[in-house]
């Protein structure tokens, strides 16, 4: 089973490119997309840490959800490729010791086939409104990207993706460049 992760900060796209490939791939039954965790835990109850001190413990839930949802889709072997909304790795990004999550960066890297970093949107295009799920303001979006980059930036096939482009520009280019050699 191919792993393909989107990853990057808050609004860069990432679940809007995975919303878009379901309906370019709908008709794909050995197609998984994955939602986002974080979105899913909380978005749904999940209590909200309110110091960063406590953010680890939030984060390891993300972490060992979403490695446990992998699991699962690896057990199941029903699907050939898997459209991840972020990876393992982007819940380190969130916390100041990321080793407290997990300590071998190489071997979370080996899960996945793929990563396609997408980059934060301008501040004039940041927008909070589509997630409740996030907070972040646009300096800290950019902060979180940089530790993105930094933790994600060694895959033997990490792309970065501009936000330069429209999104329309950033899914063509992801499709037509990348993903039509991929599977």
């Known amino acids: 089973m191919k792993k393909i992760v989107f990853t990057g900060g808050p609004s860069a796209g990432k679940t ?22 974080a979105s ?16 680890s413990f939030q984060q390891r839930a993300i972490f060992h959800t979403q490695r446990e949802m992998e699991s699962l889709l690896e057990e199941e072997d029903k699907y050939e490729v898997c459209f991840f ?15 407290s999550i997990h300590s071998d960066i190489a071997k979370l890297h080996e899960r996945y086939d793929y990563v396609f970093h997408l980059e934060v949107a301008p501040m004039n295009s940041y927008d909070l409104k589509n997630n409740n799920a996030r907070t972040e303001s646009h300096n ?23 936000s330069e482009k429209s999104f329309e520009e ?14």
């Open 170 to 183: 950033k899914l063509d280019q992801i499709l037509l460049t990348h993903l039509k050699k991929i599977i």
């Open 85 to 99: 909304d972020r990876g393992l790795i982007d819940a380190m990004a969130y916390v100041e010791n990321p080793s």
């Open 16 to 37: 809007s490119i995975i919303r878009a490939l379901k309906e370019n791939f709908m008709s794909q039954e050995k197609f998984y997309f994955a939602p986002e965790v």
């Open 140 to 162: 800290e979006a950019l902060k979180l990207e940089s530790r993105l980059k930094e933790l994600w930036g060694d895959h033997k096939n990490y792309i970065f993706v501009k």
């Open 40 to 55: 899913m835990l909380l978005g749904n109850g999940f209590p909200r840490c309110s110091t960063s001190e406590r953010l």
